[in-house]
């Protein structure tokens, strides 16, 4: 799953992709490289300019509309909270909506059940869209998480959303801080046993920055090492800035659990 | 009666391992507490008086509410501490080779109510210091908003750990 910011201020791009061209030409690129889903949103996702539901339609629909024109294979993932968006983004062609706060907007999972769209259910810790953790405890995180998410992805089900189309995220760095995300990625195969697809979206997140001590621009090597431990553990779909660097990963992963062939063995074979 | 009361902040950074490696800011920060701390050496009595999800008191040999926090450094057991009164006791603990007492205050307790506990507490036998731990308008800001959990009456006290006789 590739991200594309149609947002001027997010914290890793910084607005490299809020311009409709090179995002479109973003897309192409994370196409080629290996993406399977274009993840498109137009609120950065912390504490920054208001975004109204007006301006978010403005950043995002006409480029999903654009998107679906010239990708028509490619699944394409709405990243918003609000259900005005996310009816527009179906409208235009969209497959997924991915809720990254947690039916913030109860309203949500109904337009995924009108369009038979996916459906990405969170885990906030209860959290206002835009905000930061603060002080939150957890006597087990992975508990919570679990509990909270199979509770909503049965309850989006509940609610007409194709159960084929629901993902769990555990939300990495969402109502947690970095010794919760550590502890999630560790116990990640917790989330993949309850049936569920789990979504890992790890990228560039600053509990990789906190772990390593590194600034956002140098966070992709933390970020890979959780994306193989995340999928050597079972999660299946990858939020990623990298799309080449982690389709490697994961095609590495794969060849070493047995789910998949090597590319080209033909060494001291002849 | 209360003679001496020190304030400090209730970051559960400041409860020990928390931070990861040594953070330098954090570090001093706890130095400024430590300092505070040892102010009320010389009282009969501490009393420490904090945010808690009940009113009531706690024993002071209750595991440290760490693992909230830091899953992976420690269990999280069911009888921690409340963060206000786990990060008081980490501060006190290497400070003051005494016994104190933990008060928590119930989040929603009402602000009259709070006066009454106070007065109790100031009325009682012998010289007393009190340690509250609470960091007001410090939890506040576009980059740290309050959990939906937490207290969330606005307050104008100090930022630093300070004492006052």
């Excluded at chain 1, 995924?112 to 002080?135: D, Q």
């Excluded at chain 1, 659990?257 to 002849?270: D, E, N, S, Y």
């Excluded at chain 2, 008081?88 to 307790?109: K, S």
Aim: aromatic share 6%; with cysteine.
């Amino acid at each position: 799953m590739a991200i594309i910011n149609k947002t001027p201020d997010s914290f890793y791009d910084h607005g490299a992709t809020f311009d409709d061209g090179v995002a479109l030409a973003t897309v192409g690129r994370a196409v080629a490289d290996g993406a399977d889903i274009v993840d498109i949103g137009g609120v950065r996702a912390g504490p920054g300019q208001h975004v109204d539901v007006d301006e978010e339609v403005r950043r995002v629909i006409p480029f999903v509309r654009q998107v679906r024109a010239r990708f028509p294979d490619i699944v394409i993932s709405a990243d918003t909270w609000r259900h005005e968006v996310g009816r527009l983004a179906c409208e235009e062609g969209a497959d997924l909506i991915n809720d990254t706060w947690a039916c913030a907007d109860p309203s949500l999972p109904e337009v995924a059940a009108e369009f038979s769209a996916g459906y990405v259910c969170s885990h906030t810790g209860g959290a206002t869209p835009r905000t930061r953790p603060h002080r939150n405890g957890y006597a087990d995180v992975v508990a919570e998480v679990v509990g909270d998410l199979v509770a909503r992805a049965e309850h989006v089900a509940a609610r007409g959303v194709p159960r084929a189309g629901i993902l769990i995220d555990p939300t990495h760095d969402f109502g947690k801080n970095t010794w919760h995300s550590i502890e999630l990625t560790r116990r990640i195969d917790e989330l993949a046993a309850t049936g569920w697809p789990v979504l890992a979206s790890l990228s560039n997140k600053d509990f990789v920055g906190e772990t390593l001590a590194v600034d956002v621009g140098d966070r992709l090597y933390g970020t890979l090492a959780a994306t193989a431990v995340s999928a050597w553990l079972g999660a299946t779909v990858f939020r990623t800035h990298n799309v080449a660097a982690t389709c490697q990963i994961l095609d590495m992963v794969a060849v070493l659990k047995g789910t998949k062939p090597p590319a080209r063995v033909v060494r001291g074979l002849a | 009666m209360i003679v001496q009361v020190v304030s400090c902040p209730q970051p559960p950074l400041l409860l020990p391992g928390v931070t990861g490696g040594l953070v330098p800011e954090v570090e001093k920060l706890r130095s400024a507490c430590h300092e505070a701390i040892a102010g009320l050496a010389t009282v009969d009595t501490i009393i420490v008086v904090g945010g808690a999800p009940d009113t009531r008191e706690y024993p002071p040999d209750a595991p440290l509410p760490t693992g909230r926090f830091a899953p992976g450094l420690t269990p999280a057991p069911s009888d921690a501490l409340p963060a206000s009164l786990g990060v008081a006791t980490a501060l006190i603990d290497g400070v003051l080779d005494r016994g104190v007492e933990l008060h928590g205050i119930g989040f929603a307790t009402p602000a009259e109510e709070c006066r009454q506990y106070g007065r109790r507490l100031a009325e009682r036998p012998g010289i007393v210091g009190l340690l509250v731990m609470a960091d007001g308008s410090a939890r506040r800001g576009p980059k740290a908003t309050p959990s939906p959990t937490s207290a969330r009456r606005p307050s104008r006290c100090s930022r630093r750990a300070w004492s006052s006789r």
